[in-house]
């Protein structure tokens, strides 16, 4: 079987193709197609607050992340009547309050109490419907001036 010079250019080409082809395919693969997939981050963030709270929510209860706007490690998770926050007891003088924002509009939900792994308040957010994000500030005065915002989410 004699093959002609320009089936042999061909099929060379062909597989240099395939060969890079391949390459390609693989140098642009991500690791994370190829590992198992981690349960949500928000799982296993509820399950941090219950444990550490030694408080059980509900399957059914939405609720949202509250995150740093600091930069520091505090962290918090708010449902629609409880906030709870895991952060260091504030210096002497201060305290922490939440509050509910909508469009620049703050509302005070109160000073934040001490419990087992952190802060907690009770609220009834049926009051404010339209109110959709928590922030949780860290006050000297407990008045209607926030002063200085610590987390933050919305629902």
């Known amino acids: 079987m004699n093959l002609s010079k320009r089936e042999v250019t ?3 080409v062909v597989v240099v193709l395939v060969v890079f082809g391949l390459l390609y395919f693989f140098s642009f693969r991500k690791k ?29 209860t939405a609720y949202i992340e509250l995150k740093s706007v600091t930069g520091g490690d505090e962290r918090g998770l708010a449902t629609k009547n ?36 952190g802060f907690i308040l009770s609220f009834d957010s049926t009051k404010y419907p339209e109110y959709k994000k928590v922030v949780i500030s860290k006050e000297k005065v407990l008045d209607k001036n926030l002063e200085t915002k610590i987390l933050e989410g919305s629902f």
């Not at 994370?32 to 607050?49: G, L, N, R, V």
């Not at 003088?93 to 005070?108: C, P, R, V």
């Open 32 to 60: 994370d197609d190829i590992s198992p997939t981690p349960p949500p981050p928000s799982i296993e963030y509820k399950q941090d607050f219950e444990r550490e709270f030694k408080y059980d929510i509900p399957e059914n």
């Open 82 to 117: 409880e906030i709870l926050v895991d952060t260091k007891d504030p210096e002497e003088g201060y305290f922490y309050q939440a509050w509910l924002e909508k469009d620049g509009d703050f509302i005070s939900l109160g000073k934040l109490q001490i419990a087992k792994g």
């Open 10 to 12: 061909v099929g060379f």
